[in-house]
């Protein structure tokens, strides 16, 4: 099993930059993909931006261009840079890592990470 635990959520201005953290621990080596999910009040479970083991990144249409997802392998961590942020980016924030598992693969999750926006 893979442990999760984000940091970084604060209040921050509209307008603001603010940068998530989040360390993996347990069978690491079992995992490709590390996501970034959000959550606003009332309404679904989001995914935002993607990381694979490659290298590979691939974002919500609503954070391109201000958001960016890196990944340092070295130290199991997984990271989510917002800047020019949004009263409706106020979400709570979660990791996800998605881990093989014979022919398929599961989801392990953080506790999440609350961010608000204030206009």
């Known amino acids: 099993q893979v442990q999760l635990v984000e940091s970084g959520g604060v209040v921050v201005q509209a307008g603001g930059s603010l940068r998530l953290s989040c360390s993996a621990s347990?069978?690491?080596?079992?995992?490709?993909?590390m996501v970034w999910y959000r959550q606003a009040p009332g309404k679904q479970r989001e995914l935002v931006a993607t990381?694979?083991?490659?290298?590979?990144?691939t974002y919500a249409e609503s954070v391109k261009g201000r958001f960016a997802v890196s990944r340092v392998n070295a130290a199991n961590t997984v990271y989510l840079q917002m800047n020019s942020l949004k009263p409706e980016d106020t979400a709570v924030y979660y990791c996800?890592?998605?881990?093989?598992?014979?022919?398929?693969?599961?989801?392990?999750w953080g506790q999440g990470t609350q961010v608000t926006v204030s206009s």
């Open positions: 996800n890592t998605k881990s093989a598992r014979g022919l398929g693969y599961y989801d392990s």
């Open positions: 347990g069978s690491i080596d079992s995992i490709i993909d």
């Open positions: 990381i694979s083991n490659g290298g590979s990144t």
